[in-house]
Nanobody, 124 residues
Framework: QVHLEDSGGGLVQAGGSLRLSCAAS????????MGWFRQAPGKEREFIAA????????SYAESVKGRFTISRENYKNTVYLQMNSLKPEDTALYYC?????????????????WGQGTQVTVSS
């Protein structure tokens, strides 16, 4: 049974930083790519970032490129999202997800397990 535990969200002022973590339990973490998505009220779930099984291939949404950094520590079964220069429009519920495969993907349907979400609120 796979379980993803998101954490690290909170309230921050515009320009500030947060670091999200996602701890995974279950089958070999290192055999799967991981991703982060977000969903704001009244909007569809949005791809943010993804990282392949080794950390050697990464993809970002244009809206966060240069501000957010995804990383992983396979020996800790954990993936991170470092968020800098936060903007009010980054306010959303952030989810980590495990991909079915090992390679980077941006498609929600290709992720089979999801965390419960952690709220990020950026004040202006």
């Amino acid at each position: 049974q796979v379980h993803l535990e998101d954490s690290g969200g909170g309230l921050v002022q515009a320009g500030g930083s947060l670091r999200l973590s996602c701890a995974a339990s279950g089958p070999p973490f290192s055999m799967h790519a991981m991703g982060w998505f977000r969903q704001a009220p009244g909007k569809e779930r949005e791809f943010i970032a993804a990282i392949d099984w080794s950390g050697g291939s990464i993809s970002y949404a244009e809206s966060v490129k240069g501000r957010f950094t995804i990383s992983r520590e396979n020996y800790k079964n954990t993936v991170y999202l470092q968020m800098n220069s936060l903007k009010p429009e980054d306010t959303a519920l952030y989810y980590c997800a495990r991909a079915r495969g090992m390679e980077v993907t941006r498609t929600p349907a290709e992720f089979d397990y999801w965390g419960q979400g952690t709220q990020v609120t950026v004040s202006s």
